[in-house]
């Protein structure tokens, strides 16, 4: 089946840093991504929809200018946490819309930011 | 941003025994619907999928209903297992124009022996 690999899976950075995690479809290309954020025994919350050559869709009360979305193919898409401080600490989780037949979304297994 | 829960609410059934999550959903537009399961540290896994020209729809040991009516969605888990136990959320979206995918706040699934 479809697989979406995000990378890192975990990632520790130093307060002020920016940090990098990548979303890719492996065997499928997403003109659609999402990330999601996710804190502890909470649901996931929709950060943005990041197109595949135009700029990603952000939802209400996530700072696009710290949240950086770039979605340069149809295979990658990549979230960029700018100076990241310990309240950015959390799950964050993409996912990839199949284009195919049934429209499925797949997600990726997320990757773990702690900002010391 | 959307789905936001401080508390997760608790289900705990005995193992073999059957299960229901229930979830509201909110978008009376939506017309496709995701049960995912969520283990300890892990992304969604996609168990069951339905459309809202459907009522019902059966997969291996479970089963998703959908009452449009007052947008509600659940999950019935038969015979259940220890493998079973995870955060359950429901998800919703329209289909076109690849609109984006709203969780639900999720429930936690205990199975004990």
């Known amino acids: 089946g479809a697989v979406v690999s995000q990378h890192p899976s975990w990632v520790i950075c130093k307060s002020g840093t920016s940090v990098k995690i990548e979303c890719r479809s492996l065997?499928?290309?997403?003109?659609?991504m999402f990330w999601y954020r996710q804190f502890p025994k909470q649901s996931l919350m929709l950060m943005a929809t990041?197109?595949?050559?135009?700029?990603?869709?952000?939802e209400q009360g996530v700072e696009k200018d710290k949240f950086l979305i770039n979605h340069a193919s149809l295979t990658l898409s990549t979230l960029t946490v700018t100076s990241a401080h310990p309240e950015d600490s959390s799950f964050y989780i993409c996912?990839?819309?199949?284009?195919?037949?049934?429209?499925?979304?797949?997600f990726g297994e997320g990757s773990w930011l702690t900002v010391v | 941003g959307e789905s936001v829960g401080l508390h997760l609410p608790t289900l705990s059934v005995q193992e073999g025994d059957n299960s229901i999550i229930n979830c509201a959903y909110s978008?009376?537009?939506?017309?496709?619907f995701i049960w995912y399961k969520q283990e300890s540290g892990k992304g969604p896994q996609f168990i069951i999928d339905?459309?809202?020209?459907?009522d019902k729809r059966q997969g291996q040991r479970v089963t998703v209903l959908l009452n449009k009516t007052v947008k509600h969605l659940s999950l019935q888990i038969a015979a259940t297992q220890p493998g079973d136990s995870a955060v359950y959320f429901c998800?919703?979206?329209?289909?076109?124009?690849?609109?984006?995918?709203?969780f639900g706040q999720g429930t936690r699934l205990t199975i004990n022996p």
């Open positions: 065997d499928f290309q997403a003109t659609t």
């Open positions: 996912s990839a819309r199949w284009t195919g037949p049934g429209n499925t979304i797949y």
């Open positions: 978008n009376s537009a939506s017309d496709y």
């Open positions: 998800a919703e979206t329209i289909i076109q124009g690849a609109q984006k995918l709203v």
């Open positions: 339905i459309r809202s020209n459907m």
């Open positions: 990041s197109n595949e050559g135009s700029k990603a869709t952000y």
